[in-house]
Each structure stands twice: as C-alpha cells, then as structure tokens.
C-alpha cells in the first residue's frame, strides 16, 4: 500500500457513454492496463476511474452527524418548545432555571435573532452538505488488470493499492443501514497487516460483480461465461425505487438470505443449537458462580459485590446477544471463486475464502458440547486487519457450532486435495480417537504421561499426505489440520524436563492466527522424524502447488 499525491479526477465521459448511476469515470492515468473484456462481467472492472455510490459519504460520516444532531435536539427540546409551543413550556421543570441561564441560546431569543440563526444553521448545513459532496468526487476506484485502487480525501490525499496476486479474499459487508437503501461494501483482503482496501459503498448488484470480477482477475485467466445483461432502466421515481429496495431488504431480513444471490449452504445451523451452543460454553460458568456471589453478598450485607459482578453479567448477557445476532443465517457454500460464507441478521457480512487462503484449521469441541456431540472450526487466514481489531475473530470462524457430519462437510470445502473417502476415517480418528490401536497418530509415550496425565494416549500427530494433523486433549478435545503447502517454517523445542523424559514440542509456523499448530511430549526420535518429513514435504507440497491461482489449474493445468 502507498499513500501518494495525485491529481483529482476532472476528465468527463466520452460523449454517449452511459455508465451506471454513481460512476463517472474519468480518464485513466498513464500505465494502468485495463482487464481483458472476457474476464470481467462489470463496467465498473474497465481500468477506468468511478465514482462510490451517491450516498456513499452519508454512509461513512453522515450517520455519525445524525446522532449529534439528534443529541442536540435532545437537549434542546425544552426550548424548542416554549418557542413555538409556549403554553406547554409551564409543564417542563426547571422552565425558569434554562429560561435565566444567559446561554447564547437565550441570547438569541431575548434579541430577536431568529433570522440570523436560522442562516448561521443553513450555513453550516450547505458546508457540511459541500464536504459530503467533496467527499463523493474524490472518492473513487479503478480495477485493472493486476491491482484494484481507491483514492479518496479533500486535503489529505490517500492513494491505497492491493495487488490482485496478494488477495486473499473479497468481504462483502452489508450493514443493517446501508442494506436497507440496497448498498454494500467491499474489502479487498490483502496479505499484510492493514492492507485491506475498502470500496465503500455500491449497490449491492455492483457490488457481487465486482467481487466476482476482482477473483476472477486474481484467479488466473478463467473465461468469463458472459457479460451479464445492461442494467435496466430506471422506472418511476427516485422515491418509488428507494421504497421497493427498503421493502424488499426488510422481507430479505424475516425470510432469510436473498436469492438468487446465495446458493445453497451445505450445513443448517438450527437457532435453538446456536442458542444452546453460547449458553452451554466457559462463560456459563463464571455467570453461575457470579450469581453465587451476588446471592451471599446480598444475604451477608456486601453490597460490593453488586458493584462488582452486576456489570459483568451484564457484558456477558450483551456479548451472547450480539454473538447470536452476528452467526443468526449461517450458510457455507461452494462456489468457482472459492468457499463462500455468510453470517448475520442485521449486518450482513459475506466472505469468500478462495484456495490456497487457508493456513490452518482446527476443530474444538469444549467440555460442555460433548454430550450434544457438538464441535466447531476455526482457521488461521489473511484477514488484512490488526490483531487488536475486534472484528478480526468474526473472519475466522468458519463454522460456530455443528455435528460431526457438518465437519466433514465443511472440512472438504476447505481442503479439497483430501479425497472424499478419507474423510470419514480422519475425522473419526482425529476428533474422536483413539478408537483404535493403530490410527495412524503417533502418541505420547509412556515414559512421558506424567507431562500429558489425562491426555497422554490421545496427543499425538498424523502425516497425512501434505496435511499435518495435531491431535490434543481428553476434556478439552482439538483437532489441528495444516497443509504443508502453507506451512512457513517447523521447529523443535525442548526445556530440562523433556530432556529428562526423551520427548520434545512441536511447533509448525503459520501465519498469526487462532491456531498455535503446537503439540507437546512428542517422543525425540519420532520428532525429529517428523521435522525432516515435513521439511521435505512442505517444499515438495509449495513446489506443486497452484492454487494460488486456482483458476488456470482448472483450465489448463499450469500458471496463468
């Protein structure tokens, strides 16, 4: 990413041209190649500049100012109506405390300035309305043939770039606003830490062709199967079109998610196991014994413990509520471009992992899932976000709570060079095992348990082909699958203790994320084994692997 000085757009459209509403697209720079006109879909994907959606910079600031101006409007109702309601004004307490304060308010009325505020207010309306306005022509995009770019700001100019062989991904984000007057966002996941780019906002049309668009470039020369039908035709009014997009987003909200647009998901999360999985977790625990707390207290006359735990079980109760609202229409799908997710009831948020994103998985099952049979994944990806971003969790969460056939099912989505028969075995070995003798995990051995007392014949680990799979836990049971063809780099630790029991820890190195891809009280023989193997096997599995750009490895077979 770079942030450079440029020009601002001023070229018109070439005479005749009709682009889409809310795209303008000036003349291009020099060096910038446009796509080929068989891999794109969208005339906004030409290697021209376009404008965001009109609406673009209420979406980004506007809201914001509405909730100032509704604070203030809060705070100045008393006046608002002895001004204009004065014989209500005797029913409001402290009527004569405001009346006397000699506030610049109060100065207005006791002068008669009325027509001087009332331009002092239209002016700073017509300011904020030109910064809006500003904000909307300097905001613009183009996607050529290997980068897609934003540059936006008045007087602080930004210029973002993410190169379209560095995508990890398109998010499409849907906010409950933005849904209703039919916008989306874009964000072009990059390979590095804030290196997201974001399109903000399109219509929700616009946006699902540029993401297809943007994949396809990063993909590898996939033909397009056709450019889609021009738009039609605006009919009726301005009014008329925002009523018939809020009415049918409000359905799209009670019915489920929109078609055609979704395909179909290959897991159904019911709501009452959504629900029961965030009641049955840690957190219950702590509630529980918070209620204790809050019961002796009161009893024994520590109010202190009110202060103390009232506002935590109230954190709590809001954290369940916004994590049920946000996994509430969970579908996971194929498509051509990848694995696609969708999650959320409000806000929407659409992603798709392409091939060869994912880093590692692992499945979790915690104590209290185990009697409803109950697991979920998560992996280590890109997300092009800080760690201290909050919302960075929400993208790595592929499947928030399922059965074992759901896992399986979401597992050959995701890594799709495991054949389909083995499934059934790994998945039943590794989450389940050991079920048998001889599984294929090589365990903890005896001499070491005490290191692994509960665990100790479960931890182990499996070479499968060009997976690692990491076997964990007895209570707390985990199964840890990384791909060698994205594994950075493997090591060997060993402190006094294991060298006095003749075992030592793993540690295969991915990209940061949720799965730490460790596991301890291996034996040192096997360990050392398993570095060489996967030492081999990772620059073997990186050497022949493709899916980088998936899409020529579909066509024919080499890159792109």
């Known amino acids: 990413m770079s942030d450079l000085p440029f020009p601002p757009p001023g070229a018109q459209p070439p005479a005749g041209a009709q682009p889409p509403a809310g795209a303008t697209p000036p003349q291009a720079p020099q060096g910038a190649t446009p796509p080929p006109q068989d891999l ?17 910079p209420l979406m980004r600031g506007g ?17 608002v109506i002895a001004v204009f309601l004065p014989w209500l004004s005797e029913d409001f307490e402290g009527y004569e405390e405001w009346e006397s304060s000699g506030d610049p308010v109060d100065y207005v009325i006791a002068n008669n300035l009325y027509l001087v505020a009332a331009l002092a207010v239209l002016g700073v309306v017509l300011i904020v309305v030109a910064g809006f306005a500003l904000s909307w022509r300097f905001h613009t995009f183009r996607i050529t043939d290997d980068t897609v770019e934003v540059r936006s700001g008045i007087l602080f100019r930004t210029h973002r770039r993410a190169p379209l062989d560095r995508v990890q991904g398109v998010n499409l984000t849907r906010p409950m606003i933005a849904r209703l007057l039919g916008m989306a966002k874009l964000e072009v996941v990059g390979a590095g830490t804030d290196s997201n780019v974001k399109l903000e906002y399109l219509t929700t049309a616009n946006a699902e062709t540029v993401r297809a668009d943007i994949l396809r470039l990063a993909s590898g020369q996939r033909l397009a199967e056709g450019l889609t039908d021009a738009a039609p035709g ?16 409000l359905t799209g909200m009670v019915d489920g998610p929109e078609t055609p647009v979704e395909p179909e998901s290959v897991v159904q999360i ?24 809050i ?32 996994s509430l229409r969970y579908s996971i799908a194929p498509t051509p471009d990848g694995v696609r997710i969708t999650f959320g009831l409000l806000t929407t948020i659409t992603e798709i992992v392409p091939p060869g ?24 990806r890109f997300t092009g976000r800080s760690a201290t971003d909050a919302a960075t969790d929400q993208f790595t969460t592929v ?7 759901d896992v399986e099912r979401v597992l050959a989505l995701l890594q799709p060079q495991v054949p389909d028969a083995d499934w059934s075995p790994l998945v039943r070995d590794g989450l389940l095992g050991p079920v048998v003798d001889d599984d294929g995990f090589t365990t903890t051995p005896r001499r070491a348990a005490w290191i692994r007392p509960l665990s100790w014949k479960r931890n182990g680990f499996r070479l499968d082909g060009d997976v690692l799979l990491l076997r964990h836990g007895l209570i707390w049971r985990s199964l840890q699958m990384l791909p060698l063809a994205r594994t950075q780099s493997v090591g060997l630790y060993q402190g006094p203790l294991d060298r006095a029991s003749g075992v030592t820890a793993i540690r295969a ?20 084994r398993l570095f060489d193997d996967v030492a081999s096997g990772s620059v073997r599995a990186a050497a022949g692997d493709r899916s980088h750009r998936w899409a020529s490895e579909r066509t024919d077979g080499g890159d792109a």
């Open 270 to 293: 019911p709501v009452g196991r959504l629900v029961a999985s965030h009641i049955l977790s840690s957190s219950t625990l702590f509630v529980a014994l918070a209620l204790i707390a």
């Open 63 to 79: 809201l914001v100012l509405l909730v100032v101006l509704g604070v203030i409007f809060t705070n100045l109702r008393d006046r």
């Open 40 to 56: 794109v879909r969208s005339p906004l994907s030409d290697g021209e500049w376009h404008r965001m959606h009109p609406l673009s």
């Open 357 to 380: 994103r994912v880093h590692a998985l692992e499945v979790r099952q915690p104590l209290l899932w185990r009697p409803a049979g109950w697991w979920s994944i998560r992996i280590n």
């Open 509 to 528: 190195h991915t990209v940061a994320g949720q799965v730490d891809g460790r596991l301890a009280a291996v034996d040192r023989g096997a360990a050392l």
């Open 234 to 249: 605006r009919t009726g009014s301005l009014v008329s079109a925002l009523g018939q997009t809020v009415s049918r987003e």
């Open 399 to 405: 499947l928030p709570v399922g059965t074992i056939a």
């Open 295 to 326: 019961i002796i207290g009161a009893s024994t006359g520590s109010t202190w413990l009110l202060f103390g735990f009232i506002p935590a079980l109230l954190g709590i109760g809001a954290y369940w509520v916004r994590s049920i609202v946000k």
